[in-house]
């Protein structure tokens, strides 16, 4: 009744059609004033206006003009950085300072024994077999701390079998070295020493020290030409700069602006190796190829192992969220066998594509996961190249089959990216955030795996980066509990290549974390480390038949 009054005295005094559109608008804006003001949260709606949009603040590495506000994030900043200093504090203490002024009171193999405890003629399959280790100094002077950096394995070339050895540091100078005798028949033992503990402590301190171990050049697009740029994990320049900053997830990457370019026309990225250490010449003396990986069980004849009737068939499918013991598994005729679950072999064709079946499949990490897509290329013909208009091995790789509606990509992990190859960062985002565009049901399937890229930097990188991806999946399993999420480990690597920046250790280092990080989720893994050991690759790409079982494996994961 009162708004039938009103409208009609408005209409009284006002017969001018727009003039009372006019009074209409006045008051609307009158009344959301009044309640605005009467809210707790006008001032800060004020100082918002007076802020100016700051091209600053970065969504991953396109530009925005807004600052993300946090996602209910499960831990906040502070809360993070304890954690990361806790990873951090640990692993100094797993690798304490181990000063030395000459080689010849560091670790020797020649001079260190190794001792088989309760010796047998012969052995049965399946049997335990122990090693102990006593290390000893170039001087022949027990050694009365651990921190070697050691790799066991047993084989039986004839067989193309092998297997790796657990080791356990005492931290008195003696190690156990454990072996389960997987197969019958001769076998051999190794035990590598690949790096002294002086050499350990010498590539902790060092990785620690700085990110300039690697230089980064960023490409700008001008017209039809390329700005080359300076950048960075960090950069201290006297200098403007173009900032990619991940306020979220507190990951940032950094590019000088070249003069008169926008930061959004970044568009491709390449690195070189600096000419930057921080080991001392005594240091590096340990890791010349020849100190490297020297056997220490050199002495030692092959054991003979028999069937005994003591093995047993394992009946447990392999599934998500199984604990992977170590060693996980053993070779046999280039063949991996799981120690802890029944696998079946789906390395045929017709057996990949019905476990492919409207799979979606995201493949997140190094070229060492890339290089599952191009097997599965060259395996099952009916997945077809999608030409996503990239060039080069590092832009987004994806292969479809139509008919059985699967869909296979992989992506990189974006920086850091170590390589001399020019790849493009147009469409760059790091894994969290990719994980968090996927919707995922019971038919998706995400794999990841970083390490190899992350070796020459400190330590604290590669923590932020798992802690973040640990976020991102248990987000993801909130909104769909079903997908499937696997994490590949690294692989081994060749150790002619420079070992302050690529030595094993910090992948060893970095296995430590992830599972520590994602022990307690429902994930599958993948122990590529204990695969390219098994079969002695020594290869960060190793050849088919590795990747092939690395696949199977997968396969038996998700079907």
């Not at 000063?99 to 560091?106: I, Y």
């Not at 394995?153 to 156990?176: C, E, F, H, I, W």
């Not at 220490?296 to 092959?302: A, G």
Request: glycine residues 4%; hydrophobic residues 40%.
């Amino acid at each position: 009744m009162m708004e039938q009054i009103f409208i009609h005295r408005a209409v009284t005094l006002f017969p001018n059609a727009a003039v009372r559109k006019l009074l209409l608008m006045l008051m609307f804006l009158l009344v959301f004033w009044v309640i605005y003001f009467s809210s707790k949260d006008h001032t800060k709606f004020f100082s918002s206006l007076r802020k100016p949009s700051s091209l600053n603040y970065w969504n991953i590495f396109r530009k925005s003009s807004y600052q993300e506000e946090p996602l209910n994030s499960e831990i906040s900043p502070i809360e993070m950085e304890l954690r990361i200093e806790g990873i951090r504090e640990k692993l100094d203490q797993l690798f304490p300072p181990r000063p030395f002024t000459h080689v010849t009171s560091t670790t020797s193999a020649t001079h260190s024994t190794a001792t088989i405890l309760s010796p047998k003629d012969t052995y049965c399959k399946g049997d335990q077999l122990d090693v102990l280790l006593e290390v000893r100094d170039h001087l022949g002077r027990r050694k009365p701390y651990g921190g070697d950096f050691l790799r066991a394995r047993m084989s039986s070339p004839a067989l193309q079998a092998g297997a790796s050895g657990k080791v356990s540091d005492l931290n008195n100078g003696t190690y156990l070295v454990s072996f389960t005798l997987f197969w019958e028949g001769q076998v051999s033992l190794s035990l590598l020493l690949i790096h002294p503990s002086e050499g350990v402590s010498a590539l902790w301190r060092a990785r620690n020290q700085g990110y300039d171990k690697v230089n980064f050049t960023g490409y700008f697009a001008r017209g039809s030409s390329w700005v080359p740029s300076k950048c960075g994990l960090t950069l201290h320049v006297n200098a403007e700069l173009c900032k990619y900053l991940d306020h979220r997830d507190r990951e940032a990457f950094y590019c000088v602006r070249p003069p008169h370019v926008p930061c959004e026309a970044l568009t491709h990225m390449t690195t070189r190796n600096a000419n930057i250490s921080y080991l001392t010449k005594e240091e590096w003396s340990l890791f010349q190829r020849v100190n490297m990986g020297v056997e220490i069980m050199k002495n030692f004849s092959s054991i003979k192992v028999l069937p005994c009737n003591k093995s047993k068939n394992i009946e447990t499918k392999c599934q998500l969220g199984m604990k992977t013991p170590f060693p996980s598994g053993y070779t046999m005729e280039k063949r991996w066998i799981a120690a802890f679950c029944k696998q079946i072999e789906l390395n045929e064709p017709k057996n990949i594509n019905n476990c492919l079946k409207r799979k979606l499949i995201y493949l997140m990490g190094d070229s060492t996961l890339r290089q599952w897509i191009f097997y599965f290329q060259k395996v099952v013909k009916t997945l077809k190249h999608f030409d996503l208009h990239g060039a080069g091995a590092f832009e987004t790789h994806m292969l479809l089959d139509a008919e059985r509606h699967t869909l296979i990509q992989w992506k990189k992990h974006s920086h850091p990216i170590v390589t001399q190859t020019r790849y493009s960062v147009k469409v760059d985002n790091y894994i969290p955030r990719e994980i968090d565009r996927i919707a995922g049901d019971r038919d998706t399937v995400i794999v990841i795996t970083i390490g190899q890229h992350f070796r020459p930097f400190p330590i604290n990188l590669f923590a932020r980066r798992a802690i973040n991806i640990q976020r991102a999946i248990e987000r993801l399993f909130l909104r769909s509990p079903e997908t499937k999420v696997i994490l590949k480990s690294e692989n081994t690597r060749d150790m002619a290549q420079n070992a302050e920046i690529f030595s094993d250790f910090h992948g060893y280092i970095q296995n430590l974390i992830i599972r520590d990080i994602f022990m307690d989720l429902n994930v599958g893994i993948i122990d590529a480390w204990d695969m390219t050991i098994a079969y002695d690759t020594n290869n960060i790409h190793p050849p088919d038949h590795v990747i092939r079982n690395q696949i199977n494996m997968f396969l038996n994961y998700i079907c």
